[in-house]
């Protein structure tokens, strides 16, 4: 059987409400072992606490704030995000980051956010989980900063080139690799290839970005099922081999 995580699905949104037990009740026919949560901002915190707690050890929770929520007030909403830390057990620091897709304006506050969050994770020897939409340079710029530090992570989502993944691995990053990857003409296809497997994990960003066959639809954890074949394909190897590998780079990674 294959055994598989899924290292980053917002499972805990809206989207699911009307058959969350079915989706998740499916995720583990598919061989999906755990599904790990990144927050979004305070608004999404209880619906990620209430998740975490009807599936205690499958639904794992993160607490961050993502970089399309830095707002002006942005150091008042993360200091409350950060308190949660003393309250329950998270994972990671995440989902944080840059994005320069929606907003370049509020780049310098994204950046500041960043930090503060990457120093919170460095001070609780936690990993980060890395958004880096239209901003992966500049994401990996800020993180060489702390080179030499204990920081850890991932770059979810990753689509970048040859050379981003060498400098992000040699700054203590895994690669989060999801949907993306069966796109036809995305391009990252011909990195994952030949990217040593220690430094992958797998995804979903349910429901965001489902993978082939499933484009177009709602994106469900049990979908990781299909990145991890079309990788299996990609390199020829097993997907149980490549179920075994990126679980157990998860379980690394996140201490879980």
Not at 27 to 40: D, F, S, W, Y
Not at 148 to 166: D, I
Request: glycine share 6%.
């Amino acid at each position: 059987m294959v055994s598989l995580i899924d290292t980053h699905c917002h499972v805990y949104l809206k989207h699911f409400d009307a058959d969350l037990d079915d989706v998740i009740a499916s995720a583990k026919k598919q061989g999906v072992q755990k599904i790990l949560m990144p927050n979004v901002d305070e608004e999404t915190v209880e619906r990620l606490h209430n998740l975490a707690d009807t599936y205690p050890g499958y639904c794992i929770p993160m607490m961050g704030l993502h970089p399309c929520d830095v707002e002006e007030d942005w150091e008042d909403e993360l200091e409350r995000l950060l308190a949660w830390f003393d309250k329950r057990n998270y994972i990671a620091v995440g989902e944080i980051g840059l994005d320069l897709y929606w907003d370049k304006t509020t780049l310098d506050r994204q950046v500041q956010a960043l930090k503060r969050q990457i120093e919170f994770a460095i001070e609780r020897d936690l990993p980060v989980v890395l958004h880096t939409r239209d901003s992966t340079d500049k994401t990996l710029d800020v993180l060489s900063e702390y080179k030499g530090s204990n920081l850890r992570g991932v770059l979810h989502c990753f689509s970048g080139s040859m050379e981003q993944a060498q400098r992000a691995i040699k700054l203590n990053m895994m690669l989060g690799i999801g949907g993306v990857l069966t796109f036809k003409n995305a391009g990252i296809a011909e990195v994952v290839k030949h990217i040593d497997l220690e430094h992958i994990i797998l995804e979903t960003d349910a429901p965001y970005l489902p993978p082939v066959p499933h484009r177009g639809k709602r994106n469900e954890p049990g979908y990781v099922y299909h990145v991890a074949a079309f990788l299996a394909e990609l390199r020829g190897q097993g997907i149980a081999e490549i179920g075994k590998i990126t679980s157990a780079n998860a379980e690394r990674l996140f201490r879980i």
